[in-house]
Each structure stands twice: as structure tokens, then as C-alpha cells.
């Protein structure tokens, strides 16, 4: 039994559905051809970057084993920056991330799995909703799963109530880029070899001689063992060279393809080379990490958690990746200066650079020098403790 057997097998007992309508008929029925843009060499250099971003969020829960799960092994197949890399790819390349969540007899969730499908349909059975998954798995075909144990991100969320729209828009740059990159191959290959006309002064030549004599031509000066370059020719036949000059996209207009990508998925080229200045990892953390992350976080809660339990206010799951990371070393270094001053304590300090906690590290310090001011411009007098007397 495959692996999406043992999974989701139970899961496979609605044989009499019925697709299901969305808010003014639409039928939800979604046929991505996401893994087409993902064997672009561009199209993964511009989503990698955000995959591996999105990978350094920690979750924190209310419920520790839920947080446990998460940051370890949300899954028996990934750990969780795995787990967090992989939704993102399948958010940017599919616009529609599934996470299913198992659960435990008693409702508790027992592991994350992003779903790698190939279709998906909204379907209704018994007056609830469900996807209807495909797969391009030999293991398993079909896959029918309650929306209750669903997590579902989208981007580009406009005409369907249940998925994100595809990826049509880039189709034409992709094609452009394609098409653009083949010409140069061509136009290399074209101008690779001597290309010209053989004629034959002699009249009245039999015309196998002809195809003979081109064939020995090509076979003695155009073959890669004519090393010399040099061609001599008999007086019956003269050679006229034909220069060949394909016409290449510019320098300029591949750098507006490029472009075009990397708008449409957020990133410019110092993010893709990742040699981002500090003002553009900071606008790239805002406009593209903290929103999936935001996301998530809202959709993982709403479905992990019960009404009541979230009616209490203190339940919840939360994705967050700590905005020092993406600064400079020079930046991080300054921040030092809040740590003498209680503003930071050590160990939070120390977090940011990736090191190791150390004893006495959590509490807040302060400089001889600095203390609380009365509001008449005098330094508040501390008390002293029996042991400072002693």
C-alpha cells in the first residue's frame, strides 16, 4: 500500500457527491499548470529566495505539543523548515496551498501534510463541503478530504471563493523568454559553420555530379577535420561565401523579460543573487514573507482549534520570523547599546546573531551611569538592600 494509502485511505468514502456552486455558479474546478513555470531556471531562481526566507519563521502555539510538531516534524517526511519551504513552493507555483491536517481520534492534530496534488474540485456531500484532489501519483488517483481538515492559502484570491487564480499572466514573458533564448542557440549554431554557394563552370554536368562534387565539399572543408580552415578548388568551380546575420534580442530587452519576472513574484535581482541591501531585505521580509506568514497563522488557527477554544481567546498558532534577521551585522552590532540600557537583555541580544543563550543571560541590565529620572530633573535614589549595608 502506498504512502497516500495509509495516509488519506479513510478518508475516500464519498462515492455520491456533486460539485459543488460557488457564490454566482461558479464551479470550482482548478487545473493548474504550475509545474510547467517551475522547470524555468528564472522562475525557481525568483521563488527559491522566498521558500528559503519563509523557512527561517518559528512557530509558536498555545498548545506546546502543536509548537513541537511544527518546529520538528510537523510530518514523518520533514522537519519543519521542510515543511515550511515546500508550502511555499506550492503556494507560488500552484496559487493554492492545501495543508491536510491529520488528527487523533480525540480531534488533536497528529501531523501537517502539504498536499502535492495535481487537480483539485470543490465537491458537496450530505450538505458539506469537500476537495476532490488528483494526483499524478501511480500510488493513488483520487482523494476526497472534509474542507474542516483543510488548511487553504491563496494568492491571487479574485474569482473562486475556494482556490487562487493561475498563473496565465506570466505565460506570455515565460514564452517570450523561451523563445529568445532558443534564437540564440539558433543564431550560434548558424553562424557556427561556412555557409555559401558552389558553382560549377563547366557546362552541361550531369546533375550527380553535382550533389557528388557538393558532397565531397562538404565532406573535405565544412567537416570538423578540416582543421586548417583553407578550402582549394579546382578552375571549374568557384565558391561565394553567404554571410549570415540572425537578428538576437538585445541586452535591454532580455533585462525587461527578466524584469517582468521579477515583479510578478516580488523579488528584484539583488534578492535572487542574495546580495539585497538592508532596506531591501526589510521591504522584502513586509511585502512578501510577513503576509503568507500572517496567513497561515490564521488559517492553521482557525482550523486546528474548536469554536470554543477560540472563543476563549487564548488559543492559537503563530508563525514569526524575527525582523533582526534580515538586518546587517553592522545593524546588529549597534544594537548593543539597548542592552546596557535594559532595553534588551543579553540572551535576546545574543539570539540575534544565532548564539546560544548563556547563565544570567535573561535579565535586563543597565549602566552604572543611567537611572530613572524624577520629574523634577533628579535621579531617582535607589534603595539599598540589607546586603548592600552589610
Not at 510547467?36 to 518559528?58: D, F, G, H, M, W
Not at 511544527?70 to 503556494?91: E, Q, S, V, W
Not at 488557527?301 to 476563549?312: G, N, S, W
Request: proline share 5%; hydrophobic share 40%; with cysteine.
Amino acid at each position: 500500500m502506498g504512502v497516500l494509502q495509509k495516509l488519506f485511505g479513510h478518508t475516500k468514502l464519498y462515492q455520491k457527491y456533486q460539485t459543488f456552486k460557488e457564490l454566482g455558479g461558479f464551479m470550482a474546478i482548478f487545473r493548474p499548470f504550475g509545474n510547467e513555470i517551475y522547470r524555468s531556471a528564472l522562475v525557481r531562481s525568483c521563488i527559491r529566495p522566498l521558500a528559503e526566507q519563509t523557512a527561517k519563521a518559528n512557530p509558536h502555539s498555545s498548545d506546546p505539543q502543536i509548537e513541537r510538531m511544527l518546529t520538528y516534524a510537523p510530518n514523518p517526511f520533514m522537519n519543519g523548515k521542510d515543511f515550511l519551504a515546500k508550502c511555499r513552493n506550492i503556494l507560488e507555483v500552484k496559487n493554492t496551498l492545501f495543508i491536510y491536517i491529520a488528527r487523533q481520534p480525540n480531534g488533536k492534530p497528529s501531523g501537517f501534510y502539504p498536499v502535492p496534488y495535481a487537480t483539485y474540485e470543490a465537491v458537496e456531500y450530505m450538505n458539506g463541503l469537500f476537495i476532490k484532489f488528483t494526483f499524478n501519483s501511480t500510488a493513488m488517483n483520487e482523494l476526497v478530504v472534509p474542507w474542516a481538515d483543510l488548511a487553504v492559502a491563496r494568492k491571487d484570491y479574485l474569482f473562486s471563493d475556494i482556490g487562487g487564480e493561475d498563473n496565465a499572466a506570466l505565460l506570455p514573458t515565460l514564452d517570450m523568454i523561451s523563445t529568445t533564448e532558443q534564437g540564440v542557440a539558433n543564431a550560434v549554431k548558424a553562424t557556427s559553420n561556412l555557409r555559401g554557394i558552389l558553382k560549377h563552370t563547366k557546362t552541361m554536368i550531369d546533375e550527380e555530379d553535382v550533389k557528388a562534387s557538393r558532397d565531397r565539399f562538404v565532406q573535405d572543408y565544412l567537416s570538423l577535420e578540416n582543421s586548417g580552415g583553407i578550402a582549394a578548388l579546382d578552375p571549374t568551380m568557384e565558391f561565394t561565401p553567404i554571410s549570415m546575420s540572425p537578428v538576437v534580442a538585445t541586452f535591454e530587452q532580455m533585462r525587461e523579460f527578466r524584469e517582468n519576472v521579477y515583479r510578478y513574484f516580488g523579488v528584484n535581482e539583488h534578492i535572487v543573487e542574495g546580495c539585497p541591501t538592508e532596506e531591501e531585505q526589510e521591504a522584502f521580509y513586509q511585502q512578501r514573507i510577513e503576509p503568507f506568514l500572517v496567513a497561515l497563522s490564521l488559517e492553521l488557527t482557525r482550523k486546528v482549534f474548536t469554536e470554543r477554544e477560540l472563543a476563549y481567546g487564548k488559543s492559537f498558532i503563530e508563525f514569526a520570523a524575527d525582523r533582526l534577521q534580515f538586518a546587517s551585522s553592522k545593524t546588529k552590532l549597534q544594537l548593543v547599546s539597548l542592552v546596557d540600557r535594559g532595553a534588551m537583555t543579553p540572551n535576546e541580544w545574543r539570539a540575534v546573531f544565532n548564539l546560544p543563550p548563556i547563565e544570567g543571560g535573561d535579565l535586563p541590565i543597565r549602566r552604572l551611569d543611567t537611572a530613572a529620572i524624577e520629574a523634577d530633573g533628579t535621579q531617582v535614589q535607589e534603595e539599598e538592600t540589607e546586603d548592600d549595608q552589610e
